[in-house]
């Protein structure tokens, strides 16, 4: 993963301690994946300068970042403009698709900060497309030799990322996976959207928009 707990993290050495492969082997644990996707950044910044569309991206990741941080998250990695993370690995986090949740409501909260700063009279500013899913997943150092990075794999992972990017065919900013509502129900509001399936021999899941949480 290319970050581990925040830096003034007390478990951030704990882990180090065993973040060598021969240490930290592959294995399989209940997590909680989060994607987030980024739209409108091309559309709004095609035409500017590369100095101004990294500031912006940076600022932008930045708060998300603190987020995932903030709610005992690891950033597992950057994909263009998307991030990855996830909770409940490396380190064992009791609530996670809970905390996974809290963490997708504040960069819900956090974007319009982001617009106002760098599109404050655009009428069709950035929004974000986030899926969460909870399932086993295999986590481990995944590589080469010459190069390898702790990373969650499995067909959980595919889900939330698939739940992402379906954010916008549901016209919704976040999208849980059922096993995510099962486990924080008591905890949050959520609106069922239907069943969904990431490939047609899947057996169909449900999937929920999340709300937020109850007062």
Not at 193 to 210: F, N, R, S, W
Request: hydrophobic share 40%; proline share 7%; with cysteine.
């Amino acid at each position: 993963m290319s970050n581990m707990p925040p830096p003034d993290s007390d478990e951030l050495d704990e882990f180090q301690q065993s973040i060598l492969p021969e240490v930290l082997p592959s294995s399989e644990v209940e997590a909680s994946i989060l994607f987030v996707n980024l739209y409108g950044f091309e559309r709004l910044a095609a035409q500017w300068d590369i100095a101004p569309r990294v500031e912006l991206l940076n600022h932008y990741f930045e708060s998300i970042v603190d987020t995932i941080f903030e709610c005992r998250g690891t950033l597992d990695k950057y994909i263009d403009s998307t991030v990855m993370a996830v909770f409940g690995s490396p380190l064992p986090l009791e609530n996670h698709a809970l905390m996974a949740i809290k963490a997708a409501l504040q960069m819900r909260e956090r974007l319009p900060n982001v617009n106002r700063h760098w599109f404050p009279n655009e009428p069709c500013p950035l929004t974000i497309g986030i899926g969460i899913n909870t399932d086993q997943i295999v986590h481990g150092y995944v590589g080469t030799p010459q190069r390898s990075e702790f990373t969650a794999i499995g067909h959980g992972v595919n889900v939330a990322n698939y739940l992402s990017q379906q954010t916008q065919n549901y016209r919704c900013d976040i999208l849980i996976g059922q096993k995510t509502y099962e486990s924080s129900a008591a905890s949050i509001q959520a609106k069922e959207k239907g069943l969904t399936q990431l490939m047609d021999a899947e057996i169909p899941v449900k999937i929920y928009e999340l709300i937020g949480l109850h007062a």
